[in-house]
C-alpha cells in the first residue's frame, strides 16, 4: 500500500511536459460509494463517454492518507458529474491535467455538474481550457468559492450555455468568499494557488484544444479536430473515418460497432450511428438523397409498430415512407409542448403502407400532425384507419386530402363531431352512402356510430363495483367487479385515474390537450379485476374509475362511478430558496421558503448549524493585496435566447422545473439499477489498517399510518436518496454546533463567532400525536444546505504586545510579538515596519508569513545601522489588514569595534585617574596657602600648661634650630633624656 501511494504522489507531481500524447481510452465510468472503484480511472487518459463520482462518506478523504491523483485523464467527450462526495475539498489534486470536455451527450443542458458536495472548497480545474458544447452546473455546495474568478468564457465555447448555473454555493453571495488572485497579478483564477489558463498564455498549435508542452501538434494534450498516430490532424488521413468526433478509424472497426459509414463534403469520412439530415440509409452507407429525402422506414421485419411512448415515437424521426402499420396509443400525460413534438416527427411521414391506428391518444386534438401524410394503402387484413377512444380527438385532417384504402372504424372519440368525419370520408374518395353505423347489419366498410362519437356523456350504466384494499404515498391497489358476457374471452376493462383537487369530477371533465391533469388509462384482460397503481404523488387525491367493455359490442359495456382516495404522506421535498444575511459580526438571519412538494402538512423545520473551520493551507502569505470582488454571475433564463422576451413568472417557473428535471435526471443516473450497495468496500484507516465499511442506500418507506420508520436494508420501496443524506447528516454530527426546531421559515442566530463560516441544514418535517421527541427526524425530508458567514469585527486583529531586544553579535534586532487571540476567521501573515529616528523615515513594511512567525514568535530585522530605533506590527487577517501597533524602542551600536581592554574596565581606569588628580591637586593647593600664612621668625615661650611637667629640661644636643611647622601643645612628643 505504501509503495502504491508513494507511486500516486509521484504521478501527480508530474509536470504537464512529462506527458506524451499517447491514449489510452476508457469507457464511462460511475465511481459509486466506494473509493476504491477510483483505480479504475488508472492510466485512461480519454473517457469516450461520462464521468460520475458519487462517494457518500464522510468518513473518505480523497487527500490523506489517500492522495489520490489521475494527471493521465485529459479529456471527456460527453460529461462530468461530481455528485454529493464530502469528502473532496477541490478536484486540483484528482485530475490536474483534465483539459477537454467536449458535450457530445450532455445531462440536461450541461457538460460539467458540480451538485450537493459539503466540504468542496473550490473547483481546482486548472488544466480545464475548454467545454466544446453545454454549460456549467452548480449548487448546493455551501462552502465552493472561487466561482466567479474564473472567466467562464474563456472556458466554454457556445455562448447560448454561459453563464455558468450557480445556487446555494458560497461564492453566490459577495463578502463570504475572499477569492484572490493576487498571485496570478490580479488576473483570474482557480484558487488561491492555481491561476487560469488563458488562450493567450498557451503557446501551442493551432490543432490543440487545451495546453501542450511544445508547439508541434504531437505535443497537445488534446486534439481540437481529431487525433491520429500521436499527433492532431485537422482531418483523418485517407480512406480512415473520423469517430466521436475525435479520433481515426477504419471500416472495419466501424462496422464491427454496428456504425454507418458516411462521406460528408464538409467534413469527409465520418462512423456514425444514424444518417445525418440529407443522408438516407444504403446497407451500411449512408448516401445524399436525390432532392428530398425518402427515408423507409421498417420495423425490425415487423409489419406493425407499436408507438405507446415518445421513445418509441422517436424512432419515425425523418420517415417519409412508413413501409407497415401504425399502432399509436399514447396514454401517459405529457408536456404542453407534446403537439409540436409530434408534428416535428410526424409531419414527415407521406406513405403508410399500411393501417393507421390511434387509440387512446388522449393529447391528441387533431390529425393535422400528419401535415404531410397524402396515402394509407389498408386492405382487408389491415385496417386503413381505425381511430377509437381520443377523448380530445376533435378534428381530423382540416387541410389536406388523404387517400384511405382499407376499411375504417371510428369510435368512442366523444369530442369528434359526426360532419367532420363525413367531411374526411368525402376527401379520401369515399361516399358518404358507405358510412355505416356499427350496430346495424350492413356490410360497407365504415363503421362510425354517432352515439359514441361527439356524444360527450356516457351511455353506458354505473353497475361495476370499484374499491381501494392498500394506500400507500406512492401507491394504490384497486379492485373491481367482473362484468357478465355469455362470450368471456370478448370483455376487456380499462382503468381510468388522474389526480384532482376535488371529488365531484365527470367522466369528461377538466381534459387538457397538454396532457397534465388528463385521465391515465390502463387496460385489462377478462380475469384480470385488480391492479396497483404506482408512481402516485404524495398526500394527493386521486379519481379513479373502470370500464368493462366487449369486444365487438359496444353497448354490452358497463362502467363504474368515479371513486376518490387521498394517498399517505410521505418525506416533503427540500426548502426552496434558502438565504442567509449578516445582521452583524455575531448574527445570522437564516430563512426559506415551503417545499416545493410537501408531501403531506409540514408541521415544523429542522436546522442544525455547522462551524466550518479555515484550513490555513489554503491561505498563503499576501501582505499587499485585498480581497479581488467578482460581479455576481446571473442566472441563466430558458435556452434558445429567450431570456429577454421572458415574463419573471415564467422564468421562475422554467428554473423551478428545469431544476427538479436535472436532479431527477442525476439522482435516477446515480441510483440506476437500485440502492447502491457495496457490502465488502474497503476503505483505507489512517493509512495503516482496513476496515469494511458496508454501504447501504434506502432504509425508509411509508407504514400504514403515513409516516416514516426504519426498514430492512433490502426493502423494496426504498428511497434511496433520502436515506443516504439521512446517514450523511448522522455520520456529521460529531461536528454539530446547533440544533434547533422552529415552525415559521426564518431563524435568527446570536452569539455566533464573528467572521466565521457557518453551514446550515434545513429539513422539512411532518408530525404524528405519538411521535417520540427525540426521533423528529424520522418524518423529515432530505435537507436543503447554504453557507453563511458573519461580519468581521474592527478590533479583532489588533497585536495585543510587542517587544524588542538588540541582538549582541549583529547589526539587528528581534522583535516579538502575540498574535491576536481571536482574529478574523484566521491571521495570513504579518507586516513589519520600523523607522530610524534620526532619520523620522518610515520603511517599507515586510512581509512575514504565519508559518514563520509560528516557528520564532516574531521577527529579526537586520542590516540596521548604528542608532535609535522604533518598531511596530500589524496583523492580515482573511477580513481585513489589521491596524498597526504601539511603537517599541532599541538602540543598535556598532559591534564590529573591539577596544584593546574591556570597555568597562577602560573607563574604571579613567574615572580613577581622574579621581587621584583630582587629590593630588586638592592637597598641593591647600599645603601652599598654607605655607603663605606661617611666620619668619616666631616667638618660643613654655605654654603654662605644661610648666609643672617640664621642669628638667636639658639642652639639646643640638645648637641651632630651625623652624618646620607649629605644633599643638597637646601633642608634644615626650623630652628626650
Same mark, same amino acid.
Given at each position: 500500500?505504501?509503495?502504491?501511494?508513494?507511486?500516486?504522489?509521484?504521478?501527480?507531481?508530474?509536470?504537464?511536459?512529462?506527458?506524451?500524447l499517447? !491514449?489510452?481510452?476508457? *469507457?464511462?465510468?460511475?465511481?459509486?460509494?466506494?473509493?476504491?472503484?477510483?483505480?479504475?480511472?488508472?492510466n485512461?487518459?480519454?473517457?469516450?463517454?461520462?464521468?460520475?463520482?458519487?462517494?457518500?462518506?464522510?468518513?473518505?478523504y480523497f487527500?490523506?492518507?489517500?492522495?489520490?491523483?489521475?494527471?493521465?485523464?485529459?479529456?471527456?467527450?460527453?460529461?462530468?458529474?461530481l455528485?454529493?462526495?464530502?469528502?473532496?475539498?477541490?478536484?486540483?489534486?484528482?485530475?490536474?491535467?483534465?483539459?477537454?470536455?467536449?458535450?457530445?451527450?450532455?445531462?440536461?443542458?450541461?457538460?460539467?455538474?458540480?451538485?450537493?458536495?459539503?466540504? $468542496?472548497?473550490?473547483?481546482?480545474?486548472?488544466?480545464?481550457?475548454?467545454?466544446?458544447?453545454?454549460?456549467?452546473?452548480?449548487?448546493?455546495?455551501?462552502?465552493?468559492?472561487?466561482?466567479?474568478?474564473?472567466?467562464?468564457?474563456?472556458?466554454?465555447? $457556445?455562448?447560448?450555455?454561459? &453563464?455558468?448555473?450557480?445556487?446555494?454555493?458560497?461564492?453566490?453571495?459577495?463578502?463570504?468568499?475572499?477569492?484572490?488572485?493576487?498571485?496570478?497579478?490580479?488576473? %483570474?483564477?482557480?484558487?488561491?494557488?492555481?491561476?487560469q489558463?488563458?488562450?493567450?498564455?498557451?503557446?501551442?498549435?493551432? !490543432?490543440c484544444?487545451?495546453?501542450?508542452?511544445?508547439?508541434?501538434?504531437?505535443?497537445?494534450?488534446?486534439?481540437?479536430?481529431?487525433?491520429?498516430?500521436?499527433?492532431?490532424?485537422?482531418?483523418?488521413?485517407?480512406?480512415l473515418?473520423?469517430?466521436?468526433?475525435?479520433r481515426?478509424?477504419?471500416?472495419?472497426?466501424?462496422?464491427?460497432?454496428?456504425?454507418?459509414?458516411?462521406?460528408?463534403?464538409?467534413?469527409?469520412?465520418?462512423?456514425?450511428?444514424?444518417?445525418?439530415?440529407?443522408?438516407?440509409?444504403?446497407?451500411?452507407?449512408?448516401?445524399p438523397?436525390?432532392?428530398?429525402?425518402?427515408?423507409?422506414?421498417?420495423?425490425d421485419g #415487423?409489419?406493425?409498430?407499436?408507438?405507446?411512448?415518445?421513445?418509441?415515437?422517436?424512432?419515425?424521426k425523418?420517415?417519409?415512407?412508413?413501409d407497415?402499420s $401504425?399502432?399509436?396509443?399514447?396514454?401517459?400525460?405529457?408536456?404542453?409542448?407534446?403537439?409540436?413534438?409530434?408534428?416535428?416527427?410526424?409531419?414527415?411521414?407521406?406513405?403508410?403502407?399500411?393501417?393507421?391506428?390511434?387509440?387512446?391518444c388522449?393529447?391528441?386534438?387533431?390529425?393535422?400532425?400528419?401535415?404531410?401524410?397524402?396515402?394509407?394503402?389498408?386492405d382487408?387484413?389491415?385496417?386503413? $384507419?381505425?381511430?377509437?377512444?381520443?377523448?380530445?380527438?376533435?378534428?381530423?385532417?382540416?387541410?389536406?386530402?388523404?387517400?384511405i384504402?382499407?376499411?375504417?372504424?371510428?369510435?368512442?372519440?366523444?369530442?369528434?363531431?359526426?360532419?367532420?368525419?363525413?367531411?374526411?370520408?368525402?376527401?379520401?374518395?369515399?361516399?358518404? #352512402?358507405?358510412?355505416?353505423?356499427?350496430?346495424?347489419?350492413?356490410?360497407?366498410?365504415?363503421?362510425?356510430?354517432? !352515439?359514441?362519437?361527439?356524444?360527450?356523456?356516457?351511455?353506458?350504466?354505473?353497475?361495476?363495483?370499484?374499491?381501494?384494499?392498500?394506500?400507500?404515498?406512492?401507491?394504490?391497489?384497486?379492485?373491481?367487479?367482473?362484468i357478465?358476457?355469455?362470450?368471456?374471452?370478448?370483455?376487456?376493462?380499462?382503468?381510468?385515474?388522474?389526480k384532482?383537487?376535488?371529488?365531484?369530477?365527470?367522466?369528461?371533465?377538466?381534459?387538457?390537450?397538454?396532457?397534465?391533469?388528463?385521465?391515465?388509462?390502463?387496460?385489462?384482460?377478462?380475469?384480470?379485476?385488480?391492479h396497483?397503481?404506482?408512481?402516485?404523488?404524495?398526500?394527493?387525491?386521486?379519481?379513479?374509475?373502470?370500464?368493462?367493455?366487449?369486444?365487438?359490442?359496444?353497448?354490452?359495456?358497463?362502467?363504474?362511478?368515479?371513486?376518490?382516495?387521498?394517498?399517505?404522506?410521505?418525506?416533503? *421535498?427540500l426548502?426552496?430558496k434558502?438565504?442567509?444575511?449578516?445582521?452583524?459580526?455575531?448574527?445570522?438571519?437564516?430563512?426559506?421558503?415551503?417545499?416545493?412538494?410537501?408531501?403531506?402538512?409540514?408541521?415544523?423545520?429542522?436546522?442544525?448549524?455547522?462551524k466550518?473551520?479555515?484550513?490555513?493551507?489554503?491561505?498563503?502569505?499576501?501582505?499587499?493585496?485585498?480581497? #479581488?470582488?467578482?460581479?455576481?454571475i446571473?442566472?441563466?433564463?430558458?435556452?434558445?435566447?429567450?431570456?429577454?422576451?421572458?415574463?419573471?413568472? #415564467?422564468?421562475?417557473?422554467?428554473?423551478?422545473?428545469?431544476?427538479?428535471?436535472?436532479?431527477?435526471?442525476?439522482v435516477?443516473?446515480?441510483?440506476?439499477?437500485?440502492?447502491?450497495?457495496?457490502?465488502?468496500?474497503?476503505?483505507?484507516?489512517?493509512?495503516?489498517?482496513?476496515?469494511?465499511?458496508?454501504?447501504?442506500?434506502?432504509?425508509?418507506?411509508?407504514?400504514?399510518?403515513?409516516?416514516?420508520?426504519?426498514?430492512? &436494508?433490502?426493502? &423494496?420501496?426504498?428511497?434511496? %436518496?433520502?436515506?443516504?443524506?439521512?446517514?450523511?447528516?448522522?455520520?456529521?454530527?460529531?461536528?454539530?454546533?446547533?440544533?434547533?426546531?422552529v415552525n415559521?421559515?426564518?431563524?435568527?442566530?446570536?452569539?455566533?463567532?464573528?467572521?466565521?463560516?457557518y453551514?446550515?441544514?434545513?429539513?422539512?418535517?411532518?408530525?404524528?400525536?405519538?411521535?417520540?421527541?427525540?426521533?423528529?427526524?424520522?418524518?423529515?425530508?432530505?435537507?436543503?444546505?447554504?453557507?453563511?458567514?458573519?461580519?468581521?469585527?474592527?478590533?479583532?486583529?489588533?497585536?495585543?504586545?510587542?517587544?524588542?531586544?538588540?541582538?549582541?553579535?549583529?547589526?539587528?534586532?528581534?522583535?516579538w510579538? %502575540?498574535?491576536?487571540?481571536?482574529?478574523?476567521?484566521?491571521?495570513?501573515?504579518?507586516?513589519?515596519?520600523?523607522?530610524?529616528?534620526?532619520?523620522?523615515?518610515?520603511?517599507?513594511?515586510?512581509?512575514?508569513?504565519?508559518?514563520?512567525?509560528?516557528?520564532?514568535g516574531?521577527?529579526?530585522?537586520?542590516?540596521?545601522q548604528?542608532?535609535?530605533?522604533?518598531?511596530?506590527?500589524r496583523?492580515?487577517?482573511?477580513?481585513?489588514?489589521?491596524?498597526?501597533? %504601539?511603537?517599541?524602542?532599541?538602540?543598535?551600536?556598532?559591534?564590529?569595534?573591539h577596544?584593546?581592554?574591556?570597555?568597562?574596565?577602560?573607563?574604571g581606569?579613567?574615572?580613577?585617574?581622574?579621581?587621584?588628580?583630582?587629590?593630588?591637586?586638592?592637597?598641593?593647593?591647600?599645603?601652599?596657602?598654607?605655607?603663605?600664612?606661617?611666620?619668619?621668625?616666631?616667638d618660643?615661650?613654655?605654654?603654662?600648661?605644661?610648666?609643672?611637667?617640664?621642669?628638667?629640661?636639658?639642652?639639646?644636643?643640638?645648637?641651632?634650630?630651625?623652624?618646620?611647622? !607649629?605644633?599643638?601643645?597637646?601633642?608634644?612628643?615626650?623630652?628626650?633624656?
Amino acid at each position: 500500500m505504501a509503495g502504491r501511494i508513494f507511486l500516486i504522489v509521484i504521478l501527480a507531481s508530474l509536470p504537464i511536459g512529462s506527458l506524451s500524447l499517447e !491514449e489510452r481510452v476508457c *469507457s464511462s465510468r460511475e465511481i459509486k460509494n466506494c473509493p476504491q472503484e477510483l483505480e479504475r480511472l488508472r492510466n485512461c487518459t480519454v473517457i469516450e463517454g461520462s464521468l460520475l463520482i458519487y462517494i457518500n462518506n464522510p468518513n473518505f478523504y480523497f487527500n490523506e492518507p489517500h492522495n489520490y491523483s489521475f494527471p493521465e485523464l485529459r479529456e471527456i467527450t460527453d460529461y462530468l458529474i461530481l455528485y454529493r462526495t464530502p469528502g473532496l475539498r477541490s478536484l486540483a489534486q484528482l485530475f490536474p491535467n483534465l483539459a477537454v470536455i467536449r458535450g457530445r451527450e450532455l445531462l440536461g443542458d450541461y457538460a460539467l455538474l458540480i451538485h450537493e458536495n459539503q466540504n $468542496l472548497e473550490d473547483i481546482g480545474l486548472s488544466g480545464l481550457t475548454e467545454i466544446q458544447r453545454g454549460g456549467v452546473y452548480l449548487k448546493l455546495n455551501p462552502q465552493l468559492c472561487y466561482i466567479r474568478s474564473v472567466d467562464w468564457s474563456e472556458i466554454v465555447k $457556445l455562448k447560448s450555455y454561459l &453563464p455558468p448555473r450557480s445556487i446555494g454555493n458560497k461564492d453566490d453571495k459577495d463578502g463570504l468568499c475572499l477569492s484572490d488572485c493576487n498571485n496570478c497579478s490580479g488576473r %483570474d483564477c482557480w484558487s488561491v494557488r492555481q491561476c487560469q489558463k488563458k488562450l493567450s498564455d498557451r503557446k501551442c498549435h493551432s !490543432e490543440c484544444a487545451g495546453d501542450c508542452n511544445g508547439n508541434t501538434a504531437a505535443d497537445c494534450l488534446a486534439c481540437r479536430h481529431v487525433y491520429h498516430g500521436g499527433s492532431c490532424l485537422e482531418r483523418c488521413p485517407r480512406g480512415l473515418l473520423k469517430y466521436l468526433d475525435r479520433r481515426c478509424v477504419d471500416e472495419s472497426f466501424c462496422f464491427n460497432m454496428s456504425q454507418l459509414k458516411v462521406n460528408r463534403s464538409s467534413s469527409g469520412l465520418e462512423c456514425v450511428k444514424d444518417c445525418p439530415a440529407e443522408y438516407e440509409k444504403n446497407g451500411s452507407v449512408c448516401t445524399p438523397c436525390d432532392g428530398p429525402c425518402k427515408k423507409v422506414c421498417v420495423f425490425d421485419g #415487423t409489419e406493425k409498430l407499436e408507438i405507446e411512448s415518445t421513445q418509441k415515437l422517436a424512432r419515425l424521426k425523418g420517415c417519409t415512407i412508413v413501409d407497415g402499420s $401504425l399502432d399509436i396509443t399514447l396514454s401517459r400525460g405529457v408536456s404542453e409542448n407534446f403537439t409540436q413534438e409530434l408534428k416535428s416527427i410526424l409531419g414527415s411521414i407521406e406513405v403508410i403502407n399500411g393501417g393507421l391506428s390511434i387509440r387512446r391518444c388522449f393529447p391528441l386534438v387533431s390529425l393535422d400532425v400528419f401535415s404531410k401524410l397524402r396515402e394509407i394503402n389498408g386492405d382487408k387484413v389491415s385496417r386503413g $384507419l381505425y381511430i377509437v377512444d381520443n377523448e380530445n380527438l376533435q378534428a381530423l385532417w382540416s387541410n389536406q386530402t388523404v387517400i384511405i384504402k382499407g376499411s375504417m372504424l371510428i369510435n368512442g372519440n366523444h369530442k369528434l363531431c359526426n360532419d367532420k368525419i363525413v367531411t374526411m370520408v368525402i376527401n379520401a374518395g369515399r361516399l358518404e #352512402t358507405e358510412i355505416n353505423d356499427i350496430n346495424t347489419n350492413s356490410n360497407t366498410s365504415i363503421s362510425a356510430p354517432k !352515439e359514441t362519437n361527439g356524444d360527450q356523456v356516457s351511455c353506458m350504466p354505473a353497475s361495476i363495483g370499484v374499491n381501494t384494499t392498500h394506500v400507500e404515498s406512492n401507491s394504490i391497489q384497486v379492485s373491481w367487479s367482473s362484468i357478465s358476457y355469455f362470450d368471456h374471452r370478448r370483455i376487456m376493462y380499462v382503468l381510468f385515474y388522474r389526480k384532482t383537487d376535488r371529488s365531484n369530477l365527470t367522466y369528461f371533465d377538466d381534459f387538457s390537450a397538454c396532457g397534465g391533469g388528463q385521465w391515465i388509462s390502463v387496460d385489462f384482460t377478462p380475469d384480470e379485476t385488480t391492479h396497483v397503481i404506482q408512481g402516485l404523488q404524495p398526500y394527493t387525491l386521486y379519481a379513479f374509475y373502470v370500464r368493462g367493455s366487449v369486444r365487438g359490442n359496444n353497448t354490452a359495456g358497463e362502467v363504474s362511478n368515479i371513486s376518490y382516495v387521498l394517498t399517505k404522506p410521505d418525506s416533503p *421535498s427540500l426548502p426552496e430558496k434558502p438565504q442567509v444575511a449578516s445582521l452583524a459580526n455575531n448574527s445570522l438571519n437564516v430563512s426559506w421558503e415551503k417545499p416545493a412538494r410537501e408531501n403531506g402538512i409540514v408541521a415544523f423545520y429542522l436546522i442544525k448549524v455547522y462551524k466550518q473551520d479555515y484550513r490555513r493551507n489554503n491561505y498563503e502569505a499576501d501582505c499587499y493585496g485585498s480581497s #479581488t470582488k467578482r460581479d455576481p454571475i446571473p442566472t441563466p433564463g430558458p435556452p434558445g435566447g429567450e431570456k429577454a422576451e421572458c415574463r419573471a413568472d #415564467t422564468k421562475k417557473d422554467f428554473d423551478t422545473e428545469h431544476d427538479i428535471q436535472l436532479e431527477d435526471a442525476v439522482v435516477n443516473l446515480v441510483f440506476r439499477g437500485g440502492p447502491i450497495d457495496k457490502p465488502s468496500c474497503p476503505i483505507a484507516n489512517g493509512g495503516a489498517n482496513t476496515t469494511s465499511i458496508n454501504i447501504t442506500a434506502g432504509n425508509t418507506t411509508g407504514d400504514r399510518e403515513g409516516f416514516r420508520n426504519t426498514t430492512t &436494508p433490502n426493502d &423494496p420501496n426504498v428511497d434511496p %436518496d433520502r436515506s443516504e443524506v439521512t446517514k450523511y447528516v448522522q455520520a456529521q454530527d460529531k461536528d454539530l454546533l446547533y440544533k434547533f426546531i422552529v415552525n415559521t421559515t426564518f431563524r435568527l442566530f446570536t452569539d455566533m463567532s464573528h467572521f466565521t463560516a457557518y453551514t446550515f441544514q434545513i429539513r422539512a418535517c411532518h408530525t404524528s400525536d405519538n411521535l417520540d421527541p427525540q426521533h423528529k427526524e424520522d418524518n423529515c425530508g432530505d435537507p436543503t444546505m447554504i453557507g453563511g458567514q458573519t461580519d468581521m469585527d474592527a478590533d479583532a486583529d489588533v497585536i495585543p504586545r510587542l517587544w524588542a531586544k538588540r541582538n549582541e553579535s549583529a547589526m539587528a534586532v528581534t522583535v516579538w510579538w %502575540d498574535a491576536p487571540p481571536k482574529p478574523n476567521g484566521l491571521v495570513r501573515a504579518f507586516q513589519i515596519q520600523f523607522m530610524k529616528i534620526s532619520d523620522g523615515k518610515e520603511v517599507k513594511p515586510t512581509c512575514v508569513s504565519y508559518q514563520d512567525y509560528a516557528a520564532r514568535g516574531g521577527h529579526v530585522v537586520e542590516g540596521l545601522q548604528v542608532g535609535n530605533y522604533s518598531f511596530h506590527v500589524r496583523a492580515l487577517s482573511l477580513a481585513q489588514i489589521g491596524p498597526w501597533s %504601539d511603537w517599541v524602542y532599541e538602540v543598535v551600536v556598532d559591534t564590529n569595534v573591539h577596544p584593546p581592554f574591556p570597555l568597562d574596565a577602560v573607563i574604571g581606569a579613567v574615572v580613577s585617574a581622574v579621581v587621584v588628580i583630582a587629590i593630588v591637586v586638592a592637597v598641593a593647593v591647600w599645603y601652599i596657602r598654607k605655607k603663605s600664612q606661617t611666620p619668619k621668625n616666631p616667638d618660643f615661650s613654655i605654654n603654662p600648661a605644661y610648666a609643672c611637667k617640664c621642669q628638667r629640661v636639658r639642652s639639646p644636643p643640638w645648637t641651632r634650630l630651625t623652624f618646620a611647622a !607649629e605644633l599643638n601643645p597637646c601633642s608634644l612628643v615626650p623630652p628626650l633624656l
